[in-house]
């Protein structure tokens, strides 16, 4: 094992990494050459346990994952990143017959596949698509959890006149259910309004959508 994937520990958390698991040496020497050549920073691994051992979710960029590889196959790595719920983008690649197994990748959340011997171009394609995808999927979930820090900081009370005032329901009606006055319910609604940074009830609503309640 080259010490390429030993490197990413001290690497830039911000930095966009093109991550290559192949079995096959020459086929990693290719791809490093490749998309090393167009600037972007490269991280090679020669079997899915090595790299999922090492592997942070917070990590960012997208995989280059071989289909079949000994041990660990790119489907079973597939499905522990998403097990570790990371947002990184995946390009499948495969051999010959196991286009099934490449589409059934797709069909689990990979963005692409791509059946070897595919053009330099056509990689460089999907590797710019990739990062773009994973950019967006950084920033939507810096927002919800932006917002799900702001849910977390809400009082018991306010989070239960939060979730009551989204429903739809009128703060008299709310008082009623909770058995609290009217003013009580306005108190704990403008303070929910103003920790969660919602300026009417339309923005409070928005921000439900991305925060999980408590069970």
Avoid: W
Wanted: aromatic content about 6%.
């Amino acid at each position: 094992m080259s010490n390429q994937a030993s490197q990413h520990t001290t690497s830039n958390s911000n930095t966009q990494t093109v991550f290559i698991v192949d079995d096959e040496p020459d086929v990693r020497a290719a791809l490093r050459l490749l998309i090393k050549s167009v600037g972007y920073t490269v991280e090679c691994f020669e079997s899915a346990v090595v790299f999922f051992d090492q592997f942070e979710a917070n990590r960012k960029g997208c995989l280059i994952l071989d289909v079949r590889m000994p041990g660990m196959s790119g489907m079973d790595l597939q499905e522990k990143l998403a097990e570790m719920e990371t947002l990184l983008p995946i390009i499948m690649i495969s051999g010959h017959g196991e286009i099934p197994m490449a589409v059934k990748a797709v069909q689990n959340g990979a963005i692409d596949f791509l059946q070897k011997p595919f053009s330099d171009q056509q990689l460089l394609d999907r590797i710019s698509q990739a990062m773009e995808i994973n950019s967006k999927r950084h920033e939507s979930h810096n927002i919800q959890q932006n917002a799900q820090d702001k849910f977390d900081s809400l009082t018991p009370r306010e989070r239960e006149i939060f979730i009551e005032v989204v429903s739809g329901k009128l703060n008299k009606v709310i008082a009623y259910d909770l058995n609290i006055s009217t003013r009580t319910v306005e108190i704990h609604r403008a303070k929910a309004m103003e920790k969660m940074g919602a300026k009417n009830l339309s923005e409070l609503i928005n921000l439900a959508n991305l925060v999980k309640a408590p069970e």
